[in-house]
Every structure is written in structure tokens, then in C-alpha cells.
């Protein structure tokens, strides 16, 4: 039968201690200076790395649109 190894309390703190919650980086954007998560689209802008991938105003008007009907 095997020996079971101590578990001291530093230990358990020694790997507890990467369990803690890390709050979100946030990049600030070069044009409109807003802020949103890293390696995500700004929603506000539609832009990710500097291109347009999403036209906000036209998806914001087909919302509404969509709404009305």
C-alpha cells in the first residue's frame, strides 16, 4: 500500500493561489479612444484591428425595422 504524501497548508495555498479571478483587459480604441475586450469586436465602432467588419447603423436600422413590424 502506498504512503500518502502530506498536504501542508502551504501547499494548498501555493495552488489556490492561481485560482483567483482576473478581471478583464481592456484595449482603448485609436480612433474613437473607446475601450473594449482584447481580441474582441468594438460593438460601438464595428471595427477589429483597425477594418470594418460589422455596419453597425445598417444592423441597428434592421432591428428597428424588425421591431416595428
Known sequence: MVIRMRHTRAHTGNRRSHHAIKGKTLTADKD????????????????YRGKQIIDVVKKLVSKKEKKDA
Do not use: N, W
Open 32 to 47: 474613437t479612444k473607446s475601450t473594449h475586450v482584447r481580441h474582441r469586436l468594438d460593438l460601438k465602432t464595428g471595427k
